[in-house]
């Protein structure tokens, strides 16, 4: 493993940390990036409001009276950790499940989700206005360097998917805030009938449809979902591990998370655009 030995100082020198070199890179024709934490940030802090939410409705229960909240929220942030990149309603499925277990009448899940997504709106209400009125703010709440990213690959015919946990209306409204959509030759979200999307449908469906072999696929993500979706039809697995405050730089909780779920390499942001290009697309003509 090429380890990044940047320690402490890991904006300082942008650099690809390779866990598995022995992938024949080159021959990519499709791209998948999952949105929320890999290109967009409009949501970025959604953990620091669903984590207390969640503690608040588990407190309720009779089960809770002598567990602090510390301890709760301790605890919802460990199953929400484990459900990131899923729908969001799998992480309030579990919720309902804590509830009945600390002895409280569960709601039905979408409530929750109901309740989540009011508050999270709250929070990033200005951040949309801010993109409305002036779209020239769209790199501010992005991953450094994601439209670099997106040009390049474009530049190389490279079709394009985004496939998010987020409900679909949100993403494509949000894509088109950041001006990203007219990357994407298809956006897609999650939808009421949860159970009939998933990033792995969404990629399974790309490799039918365009009759692919995985060696022509590569994922950009930040969840465990997405590069072990990507990983098991074969493709080439890309963590961005960005700290989400900074805009830059790993996170190493998320880079520790993506290289325990098999990802190829793991880049901080796509600042190095140039670099990244060349490595995966060796010995070729730009
Ligand atoms: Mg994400």
């Known amino acids: 493993m090429n380890e990044c030995g940047s320690c402490g100082s890991e904006t300082s020198t942008w650099a690809i940390e390779e866990i598995n070199g022995a992938y024949r890179r080159g021959g990519f024709r499709f791209a998948i990036f999952d949105f929320d934490g890999t290109v967009s940030l409009i949501r970025e802090g959604w953990q620091a409001i669903m984590i207390p939410y969640f503690a608040e409705e588990m407190s309720a229960c009779p089960g809770a009276a002598r567990i602090d909240r510390a301890c709760l929220e301790a605890e919802a942030r460990d199953f929400i950790y484990m459900n990131t990149g899923k729908q969001t309603i799998y992480q309030c499925i579990e919720l309902a499940r804590r509830i009945e277990k600390l002895g409280g009448k569960a709601r039905e899940p979408l409530a929750y989700k109901a309740e989540y997504h009011r508050r999270l709106s709250a929070h990033i209400a200005e951040r949309k206005a801010e993109l409305r009125s002036k779209p020239e ?24 998917y985004l496939a998010s946990g987020t409900d679909e209306a949100y993403v494509l409204e949000e894509a088109a805030l950041l001006g990203m959509d007219k990357y994407f030759a298809g956006i897609y979200g999650a939808r009421d009938d949860y159970k009939n999307f998933s990033k792995k449908i969404v990629i399974d469906r790309i490799i039918a449809e365009n009759n692919l072999h995985g060696e022509e696929l590569i994922g950009f993500g930040d969840g465990y979902v997405e590069i072990e979706n990507i990983k098991s039809v074969g493709g080439f697995a890309c963590g961005v591990a960005t700290d989400e ?10 880079r520790n998370r993506l290289a325990s779920s098999g990802a190829d390499i793991i880049i901080p942001d796509f600042t190095g655009t140039e670099q990244l290009m060349l490595y995966l697309f060796p010995g070729r003509d730009r």
């Open 245 to 254: 405050k900074r805009r830059t730089g790993i996170d190493r909780w998320k």
């Open 137 to 160: 703010t769209a790199e501010r709440h992005a991953v450094s360097g994601s439209f670099g990213i997106l040009e390049a690959l474009k530049a190389r015919d490279i079709s394009m």
